[in-house]
């Protein structure tokens, strides 16, 4: 019965679990970022290849 009044009571390992449970939400987090962020990066480069393409064309 000691035993189990011990290992209800003990907390050592509550503090890995909880920077665990943060490390994972901030990657969640960053993940999302960069994945909304993706699209907003993608349109960028397509606007400025195509006024690249452009001047190109108009240069030749």
Same mark, same amino acid.
């Given at each position: 019965? &000691?035993?189990?009044?011990?290992?209800? !009571?003990?907390?050592?390992?509550?503090?890995?679990?909880?920077? &665990?449970?943060?490390?994972?939400?901030?990657?969640?987090?960053?993940?999302?970022?960069?994945?909304?962020?993706?699209?907003?990066?993608?349109?960028?480069?397509?606007? &400025? !290849?195509?006024?690249?393409?452009?001047?190109?064309?108009?240069?030749?």
């Amino acid at each position: 019965m &000691t035993f189990l009044r011990n290992f209800w !009571n003990e907390e050592q390992g509550q503090d890995l679990i909880e920077y &665990t449970l943060l490390m994972a939400f901030v990657a969640l987090a960053s993940a999302a970022l960069f994945l909304g962020a993706g699209g907003n990066i993608k349109g960028i480069w397509s606007v &400025t !290849n195509s006024q690249l393409s452009s001047a190109n064309s108009q240069a030749s």
